[in-house]
Structure formats: C-alpha cells, structure tokens
Nanobody, 125 residues
C-alpha cells in the first residue's frame, strides 16, 4: 500500500482543515488506518484511528470532540476533519496503515506498517 497525504496548510486558530490520505492498492479496505503528528522538537504522537469499516474510531484526548476521522473504501481514501484548531495542533500530519488489524485499532506507531509522507498543518494564534 502506498499512501499520500494532502490538505495541510496555514489556518488561523479556530479554523478548520480537512486532510486526505489517498491509498493505492486493493487492500486499503482491509486495514485499520491512523493519523499521527509530529511537532517540531517533539515526539510523534497518535491523533486518531479507524477500523476497516469505519464503524470503530479512536481519538487522542487532545483532539477528541474537535477532529473526526473517516474513510471512503470505495475511493481508497482516509480523511481527518479538523475543527476548532489550536496553535498546539501545529505539526506534520502523517497517515498510516496497519495490515495486522481490521476490527481493532492501535495507538502505537509501531503497529503501523505503511506510512505516507507528511502534510504540514500550521495554526496561527
């Protein structure tokens, strides 16, 4: 699976962005998917994950209620809708695929097998 993230940019605090992650290959719908982010000088952190059908989701406490992860298996695309953005959301956001999980989801980056390149989100105050 090859993953390509897009949709990042510069936005003011309180604004919204929608990230997309386009996947190649027929197996996208078989994998749990996740979004991670890494801010300058900080460790990579879990943001959100979704199971194969989209019926199960998980969020980091820092984004719960503001971000929504979703997927369109027919279009092989993963999304992250980000609302009420804060300056502390500034980071490079990456999408990832976990080929060993379908129904469940992991918050650990080590569980994910395929990674897309990052897309930069900058939130100004």
């Amino acid at each position: 699976v090859q993953l390509q993230a897009s949709g990042g940019g510069l936005v003011q605090a309180g604004g919204s962005l929608r990230l997309s992650c386009a996947a190649s290959g027929r197996t996208f719908s078989s994998y749990a998917m996740g979004w991670f982010r890494q801010a300058p000088g900080k460790e990579r952190e879990f943001v959100a994950a979704i199971n194969w059908s989209g019926g199960g989701t998980d969020y980091a406490d820092s984004v719960k209620g503001r971000f929504t992860i979703s997927r369109d298996n027919a279009e092989n695309t993963l999304y992250l809708q980000m609302n009420s953005l804060k300056p502390e959301d500034t980071a490079v956001y990456c999408c990832a695929a976990d080929r060993s999980r379908k129904l469940s989801m992991s918050r650990s980056a080590y569980a994910y097998d395929y990674w897309g390149q990052g897309t930069l989100v900058t939130v100004s105050s």
